[in-house]
């Protein structure tokens, strides 16, 4: 790394509500980090387990740590106080079940020396973990940069919560996370909204790297599909009244979002979910939504099949064959001897 990108202070804040069952594996893994110098602000959003226990024993051994303690009011607002107490130049959110790589931070300031001081976020690339940890897939890589404000309005580049690393004055420029979602109920694309509220006055730059572990549990907050799609629909909503011109591409980011709680629900065997989202998504858009099904779920799994079968009938004649050598091409040749 440059020696500029090294000095520069980053601020990592992580909410955290109920989060005792992961956030001590997240929390040393941003303690890990090749990139030194940070501050790890962990907000307590009025937890009832041992969340403050754990991040209060990172304070102790780590001065680079601090707890902020409230009462429940939500992952924006939750954010936004971290914000607030940050003296770094960047900001670096991380809920608290996520994992990074430990290079992740020294690779995304990396990635915004290349790309110029406009650059008001840096996103990287994650995979899908599940509760132990284990890789369920690779999101598909984006390499969107530059201006990306039409690009954001159909697909959120920055994939979740813990992905990105943000200029700060952007962040304060664009307001921070919205803690009105929480209020209406809509919590759920308070992330969304910042990221494409940042790519409408500053450029985006990305990392190449898989560096974020993005933890998929049948209890996390996306998995309550109706209020994510509720709060999609009024970001985009909101979105469309000053950009008339992005609604096709926000009514392609419903179908878009809708494909992905689908193959989240079939990940976890929530087969009654699936199907619920896969109507409400075949009332909106019934030929995107029966041609993603097709393609996501449908194809893959015969080809699966296709592929069992063809193995199972391989086996026995390849056995066959395999015995039929061993007693060689032909069969032996009996002598006849005169009498």
């Known amino acids: 790394m440059s020696p500029g990108a090294a000095g520069e202070l980053v601020s990592v804040i992580v909410p955290a509500f109920n989060a005792a069952a992961y956030l001590g594996q997240t929390l040393d893994q941003i303690r890990r980090q090749s990139h030194e110098r940070i501050e790890v602000i962990v907000v307590d959003d009025g937890s009832s387990d041992a969340t403050a226990t754990i991040a209060q024993g990172f304070v102790e051994r780590d001065r680079r740590f601090c707890l902020l303690r409230q009462s429940n009011h939500g992952v924006a607002h939750a954010r936004n106080r971290a914000i607030e107490a940050a003296r770094g130049r960047f900001i670096a959110p991380c809920d608290g079940d996520d994992l990074w790589t430990e290079n992740k931070l020294e690779a995304q300031l990396a990635s915004w020396l290349e790309a110029g001081p406009r650059t008001g976020l840096v996103y990287c690339w994650s995979r899908v973990i599940d509760g132990a940890g284990r890789t369920l897939r690779y999101e598909c890589p984006q390499t969107i940069e530059g201006d990306a404000f039409a690009r954001m309005c159909r697909l959120n ?88 011109e992005v609604a096709a591409l926000c009514r392609l980011g419903r179908a878009d979002l809708q494909d992905w709680l689908r193959r989240r629900a079939v990940t976890h065997h929530k087969w009654a979910q699936a199907l619920a989202i896969h109507l409400d998504f075949a009332a909106h858009m019934p030929l995107y939504a029966h041609k993603t099904l097709y393609w996501t779920h449908i194809r893959p799994r015969l080809k699966r099949l296709v592929s069992k079968l063809s193995r199972s009938l391989h086996a026995p004649l390849a056995k066959a064959g395999s015995e039929r050598l061993s007693r060689g091409p032909f069969p032996p040749v009996r002598r006849q001897h005169r009498s």
């Open 157 to 244: 580049l920055v994939g979740n919560g813990s992905a990105a690393l943000m200029l700060r004055e952007a962040v304060l420029a664009c307001g921070g996370y919205d803690p009105r979602l929480q209020a209406r109920g809509l919590q759920g694309c308070e992330d969304l909204k910042l990221y494409t509220a940042i790519a409408e006055r500053y450029a985006f730059a990305v990392t190449r790297q898989y560096c974020v572990g993005y933890r998929h549990t049948p209890d996390n907050m996306s998995g309550n599909w109706r209020r994510m799609l509720g709060s999609y629909d009024h970001v985009s909503a909101e979105r469309v009244q000053t950009h008339p």
